[in-house]
């Protein structure tokens, strides 16, 4: 096992991850009381370490993301969420 999830914590992983750059990038449903995150798990010592990335707020854009991210030739991390935004 790399990494143990506390749904009250760290939220509820549903999806694949993409490895990029020697790190793992994610999205949880979940955490705490947010709508969901974008995380990542990064090697630190013998053990690997997540950071929330990006929290979302529900309403403004969107909630519940479900499905694994996808990235383009420079970096940038893309992916969707189920419910919320501007569109519902």
Do not use: C, I
């Amino acid at each position: 096992m790399l990494y143990s999830f506390n749904p009250q914590g760290n939220g509820n992983p549903e999806a694949r991850l993409l490895l990029q750059k020697k790190s793992l990038f994610g999205t949880a449903a979940g955490l705490g009381n947010s709508y969901g995150t974008v995380f990542e798990l990064k090697r630190s010592g013998g053990a690997w370490a997540d950071s929330v990335l990006y929290s979302f707020a529900g309403a403004s854009d969107g909630q519940h993301p479900a499905a694994g991210l996808a990235t383009d030739s420079s970096g940038a991390l893309y992916g969707t969420t189920l419910d919320g935004g501007a569109s519902g």
